[in-house]
């Protein structure tokens, strides 16, 4: 995280010690198993943010401390409108863990002023961790902003390459197909149909009461609700 005035080692120190003071081994060890290398519930995490509140300065110079807990603080107290496209592009090459990973996409690069700009960089990335982002921001336009958007190619893409994409790209083209099924319906029985063939998440194990991510039962559910709303 570059640029802007410098935060004094004192004040990222002090903030530092404060999150040592959260750090639960047991919620370690489960977030480890999701690739996330902290112990702070994130709960608290939020509460010392909002005590915290904006704060840019101290956001660079938490990032810039390469620890995952303080990086999640410095995405919750920064000013996102404050990062150049560089330097949001360089923070998310830097993000490595995924919840640090999905709190820059969606708290952050969202809105910024380079959104686009960067969906658009980052969607053909050849490293998937960075592509994923770009579906990300793609299944936010197909949403909320569909405007311009090749819907058609979009799902030629996903037929094409989505069954042996790695996991997180997997995950976030799969997200983009059920987005396109839940709210295009002149496409739906298209997505259907690929998700049905490629079975993309079709065994995913889901809780009871929660939606599976398998495309075809996660469109066929939300449009369920909203047709009974």
Known sequence: MTGGTEV???????????LATLEDPKARVVNERHGDDHGVNLGSLRALAKRLKTQQDLARGLWDTGDTA???????????????????????????TPKVHDWLVNYVVKKSTHAEELRLAW???SDPVVASAGWALTTERVAKRPEGLDLPGLLDVIEAEMKTAPDRLQWAM?????????EHADHRARAIGIGER???????????????????TWIAEIVRRRDEA
Request: aromatic residues 4%; negative net charge; hydrophobic residues 40%.
């Open 70 to 96: 303080a990086r999640l603080l410095a995405l919750l107290i920064c000013r996102p409108k404050a990062f150049t496209r560089d330097a949001l592009d360089a923070m998310l090459r830097e993000a490595r």
């Open 174 to 182: 799969n997200n983009c197909l059920a987005q396109i099924g839940i």
């Open 8 to 18: 004094t080692d004192t004040t990222v120190t002090e903030v530092m010690a404060e």
């Open 123 to 125: 969607l053909t990335d």
């Open 198 to 216: 490629l079975e993309v998440l079709k065994d995913y194990p889901t809780s009871p009461g929660c939606t599976s991510p398998f495309a075809p």
